[in-house]
């Protein structure tokens, strides 16, 4: 074979390798992606904790958390969006009403007939210089958290019973199956294959949808900065009424708790997610994790590779064959 055809099969060859390698990414990789670039998700991880979205950490309190003296959390988190307005965006009115989360601040859900431009003032302290994020946010970030404020928010306090926490109408069939192929290759069958850091105690993802069902819908919807590879509800095209139908699926799992626990934020400063099982399935996750991120890591560099490689081959060939 002449070396004039040689070069060009080379680079077809190193083009179609990196095509093939482009093919077959860990989904999870290109959820994290396309989750980053979307302002509605960026939006509700912000509204989530801003801190963990943009590693900035604020000094001290909130200047608007001296307004109220029932909530005694202090520090980074009386600068989350959420301590305030709620996993439910009911704030004072809805299950932050009474409690140890209790604020007396309004919730955001009736701000998302507000138009843009407001929300960003009132977000940046044009309306309550005290309620000024913008020496900490970006201006693209304060559009995400109103793009999120006007298209996110949902009111699911009326698909919940408020006693039993369940959701009202839910298809349990239709959750179970939803959970399967979007939740269960992380979450495991039974929900506990990882476990969170909640109220000082170790809890599955069961107690979670027990105990905090509005923040297990927020989280299943826009995922969590503390996740970044989560794969979300939003981008798995669920409705509103299949998230709710994963969240009664999930609340029949064991929860693990002798005691209830009142709803609240979890997520304490510290808090880490952990495998369950103790040190050998720590060991085993983390080899599990660290190969996923060699494979995506892999993959991405076979398409750089392979493309660039290809292009120089095909450039070389061009050149030898104008002599």
Not at 21 to 42: E, G, K, M, T, Y
Request: hydrophobic share 40%; aromatic share 8%.
């Amino acid at each position: 074979m002449s070396k004039s055809i040689l070069i060009p099969l080379i680079a077809i060859l190193m083009l179609v390798t990196g095509l093939i390698a482009f093919q077959f990414q860990p989904v999870l990789a290109f959820n994290s992606i396309f989750q980053q670039d979307d302002p509605q998700v960026r939006g509700a991880q912000l509204y989530d904790d801003w801190t963990q979205v943009t590693g900035i950490t604020p000094p001290g309190n909130h200047p608007i958390w001296s307004r109220q003296t029932t909530n005694t959390r202090s520090g980074v988190d009386t600068w989350r969006c959420v301590s305030c307005h709620g996993w439910d965006y009911q704030g004072k009115d809805g299950a932050f009403s009474s409690g140890a989360n209790y604020t007396g601040f309004p919730g955001v859900y009736d701000a998302q007939s507000l138009p843009m431009e407001e929300l960003k003032a009132i977000l940046s302290g044009k309306k309550d210089p005290q309620h000024d994020f913008s020496g900490y946010l970006s201006d693209a970030d304060l559009a995400a958290l109103a793009v999120f404020i006007r298209q996110g928010v949902i009111d699911d306090s009326r698909f919940i019973d408020p006693v039993s926490l369940k959701p009202i109408g839910g298809d349990l069939q239709s959750g179970k199956s939803l959970y399967e192929q979007g939740c269960a290759s992380c979450h495991g069958n039974d929900g506990q294959a990882i476990t969170f850091r909640y109220e000082g105690q170790t809890v599955s993802l069961g107690t979670l949808a027990v105990q905090d069902p509005w923040r297990f819908l927020h989280r299943t919807r826009f995922g969590t900065a503390r996740a970044p590879e989560m794969t979300i509800g939003l981008n798995l095209g669920w409705s509103p009424q299949e998230g709710r139908d994963v969240l009664l699926y999930a609340q029949t799992f064991a929860t693990g708790l002798e005691q209830p626990l009142s709803p609240s934020l979890g997520d304490q400063p510290g808090g880490a997610v952990t495998p369950p099982g103790g040190p050998a399935n720590n060991i085993i996750t983390g080899i599990l994790t660290a190969l996923g991120a060699m494979a995506a890591s892999l993959g991405f560099a076979l398409v750089l590779g392979g493309l660039l490689v290809g292009i120089l081959l095909l450039v070389v060939w061009s050149i030898r064959n104008r002599k």
